[in-house]
């Protein structure tokens, strides 16, 4: 990457997986609004919904989701129990409209929980919402945590997703995020997962963790290409331990700099493509003939709270703690503490207690933004034509610069990322976010 | 009588032959004609073999005819945008189709197996309309039928359990095409295969299968094989 990019790289852009942002909820929006939005959703309409596991055996240093170490399993079974009592309250509203095309389980450690009750919240989806054969049924997976006929069981359950979390494969990495895989371990689960039937599974990777070197990494990427996942998502560690306690085991000096995260990218997505995967969005590649990389090819890449997808719902719902959902124009997240989920869940509440609801200028923003990251290219007049003169001046400032360093290109109108500057994406969607803090404010000093 | 159903009848105005002979007349639109009425519709319909597999409208051509089923059966399916299906429904014998409530076929309907079908093309029927002004009515009364069916999916949808759902499934295939109770049981046949009928009640083909087994052990149906299954009726 361009040596004038790298100050980029260090701006903690938003993930811009809703608009507006997570930041922008409050608490206005609670259960009474997301259930009349449920009341609205029509028979036979598309729905993704998201399974939020909490739980986790170990503390990841790096982590930034809502999640908590347990080590009662009654707990988890708590909680089995009163995401059953939402996934209920939601089919009590739904009353059979909708059809899930998409369930995807997320964490935490999703393969915390026991596939026998896997199995029972799955079952209780199937009841409540329907399923059907061609959904797309996804589980994020530690492999730590994977017993040895799980990939056989979750396969036979219906999961035909897999996602393992590696993150790097370099030993003293791993020691310095707390999370010690072995290759071999690796491996066998790979072997696992492909033995059990399942042709699409996907890695994680993420650089800019603590004592990664060129070298390193380098070993790293070789490793997930010999693997040969159908998918890798590559994220770039954001480090905020300010807001973040478990990121504060991370010691600053360990980090590298902006120069070597720059190099860490660029060596990915060239190894990435030179092994033959396509490059999705700004974070994804995947094999061609991939349901991913064909949504790419076809023009119907979109963006969710799990990033890239081909699931072509407009409406989420998100169930468990912390979740959020999305049903015309209404984003409605979950209560996030466990106890106060567990009694209002258990209670045959729907347990929603922040949100936003999109205005029509947020329509505008957002449909931009979603293009720019999933298309590269956007026709900016239509949000020029909304924003008032402020914004507007702000927004042809951003583009300026980012335009002036070859980040983006302006032609009539039509906003264009540089596919070299592919990383930056984000950063080129924080210019058409109104509401987006100034590049420096959000900078680390990397 | 010798006049064969599968030709387009043209017959005398006294004597509309094909429809006196036809034995889902008393169940399907037909029924509310009067005789008057029934000799002039009969003249702008024509019966039509329906080889299993192929599709008498397809969603999102122009709605251009009604459609009534004789005999055979019939799999509705709207499609999702990135080629999915969704089963919405199944036409039986005196069941129709394609009322014009849109302007573009709403599904798909395709044959299950080899069917006969009556076919009204709406030209003819605006026709048929101005000459005796209350046929359209009765007609357009008769479209509610078509959407109590999507109706009675949805509700269908909505019970909880895939046993309640299979089995209320199987009563009212039964009450459609079943065979008439004996002893407490009534035989129907399944002219669709499994997988549509799991899509249909939003169930995967595995569960569908567990639920079958489970409804058998527990006494509410016997005899279930690819192409019938027994119920035990619960009020005997």
Same mark, same amino acid.
């Given at each position: 990457m361009k040596k004038e990019w790298r100050r980029y790289l260090g701006v903690h852009a @938003?993930? *811009?997986?809703? *608009?507006? #942002?997570? +930041?922008?909820?409050? @608490?206005?929006?609670?259960a009474d609004a997301y259930a009349e939005r449920l009341d609205r959703v029509e028979p036979y309409e598309p729905l993704s919904v998201y399974v939020h596991v909490p739980f986790c055996r170990r503390l990841c240093w790096y982590c930034g989701c809502n999640m908590r170490v347990e080590n009662d399993y009654g707990r988890a079974l708590d909680y089995v129990t009163a995401l059953i009592a939402e996934i209920q309250a939601v089919g009590r509203r739904l009353k059979g409209r909708g059809r899930p095309v998409a369930v995807h389980f997320g964490g935490g #450690? @999703?393969? *915390? +929980?026991l596939a026998d009750d896997l199995a029972a919240i799955l079952s209780v989806i199937e009841g409540e919402f329907g399923l059907t054969d061609d959904a797309q049924i996804a589980i994020e997976l530690d492999p730590r945590s994977l017993r040895d006929d799980d990939a056989d069981r979750l396969a036979a359950l219906g999961f035909n997703r897999m996602s393992l979390g590696i993150q790097d494969f370099d030993l003293a990495v791993q020691e310095a995020i707390n999370r010690i895989q072995s290759f071999d371990m690796i491996e066998a689960c790979v072997g696992a997962i492909r033995s059990a039937g399942v042709n699409d599974l996907s890695f994680d990777v993420l650089y800019g963790l603590p004592k990664q070197t060129a070298r390193s990494f380098e070993s790293t990427i070789d490793k997930v290409i010999a693997l040969a996942p159908d998918r890798v998502s590559v994220f770039g560690y954001a480090h905020l331990p300010a807001a973040l306690k478990?990121?504060?085991?991370?010691?600053?000096?360990d980090l590298p700099d902006g120069r070597l995260r720059s190099e860490l990218v660029d060596y990915a997505d060239a190894r990435l493509c030179a092994a033959g995967y396509m490059r999705i969005g700004f974070d994804h590649y995947a094999k061609p003939g991939n349901p991913l990389a064909e949504a790419m090819r076809e023009g119907r890449l979109r963006r969710n709270f799990q990033g890239f997808t081909d699931d072509v719902a407009d409406t989420v719902i998100g169930l468990g703690a912390s979740a959020i959902g999305y049903i015309g124009g209404l984003y409605a997240q979950n209560e996030k503490d466990l106890r106060a989920y567990g009694e209002r869940a258990r209670r045959?509440? +729907? #347990? #929603?207690?922040r949100g936003v609801r999109r205005t029509d200028r947020d329509e505008v923003v957002a449909g931009a933004i979603a293009a720019l990251l999933c298309r590269f290219e956007v026709d900016i007049r239509p949000l020029e034509a909304i924003l008032g003169p402020e914004a507007r001046r702000r927004m042809a400032s951003r583009l300026g610069e980012l335009a002036e360093e070859r980040v983006v290109a302006l032609r009539g109108g039509v906003l264009q990322i540089n596919p070299d500057a592919y990383a930056l994406a984000r950063v080129a969607a924080m210019a058409l976010d109104p509401d987006a803090p100034a590049f420096e404010k959000v900078s680390s000093a990397v | 009588m010798d006049v064969p159903l599968k030709h387009k009848s043209c017959v005398s105005e006294s004597r509309p032959v094909a429809c006196e002979l036809c034995d889902v007349r008393e169940r399907s639109i037909c029924a509310d004609l009067r005789p008057q009425e029934l000799s002039h519709v009969e003249r702008i319909m024509s019966r039509k073999t329906v080889a299993k597999g192929r599709a008498i409208m397809a969603e999102g051509e122009p709605n251009e005819a009604l459609f009534v089923v004789v005999t055979g059966s019939f799999r509705l399916t709207k499609h999702l945008e990135d080629g999915r299906r969704q089963v919405t429904g199944f036409l039986y014998k005196g069941d129709f189709a394609?009322?014009? /409530? /849109?302007?573009?076929?709403?599904y798909t309907a395709e044959a299950l197996e080899p069917s006969l079908i009556c076919h009204f093309p709406h030209r003819f029927l605006d026709e048929a309309a101005r000459v005796s002004p209350g046929v359209k009515d009765r007609l357009i009364a008769r479209a509610q039928t078509e959407y109590h069916k999507a109706q009675d999916h949805i509700v269908l949808l909505g019970k909880k359990t895939a046993e309640e759902r299979v089995h209320s499934f199987l009563l009212s295939l039964a009450d459609s095409i079943g065979e008439a109770p004996h002893q407490g049981r009534r035989r129907t046949r399944l002219p669709m295969p499994r997988q549509d009928i799991a899509d249909f009640l939003g169930l995967r083909l595995e569960t569908l299968s567990r639920t079958l087994a489970s409804l058998k052990k527990k006494g509410r149906i016997v005899d279930v094989t690819r192409n019938d299954v027994v119920l035990v009726l619960d009020d005997h």
């Open positions: @938003p993930r *811009y997986t809703s *608009y507006p #942002t997570a +930041l922008k909820f409050t @608490p206005d929006v609670g #450690t @999703p393969n *915390y +929980l478990n990121q504060r085991m991370i010691r600053d000096e045959g509440e +729907l #347990t #929603t207690v | 394609g009322l014009r /409530t /849109t302007e573009e076929n709403p």
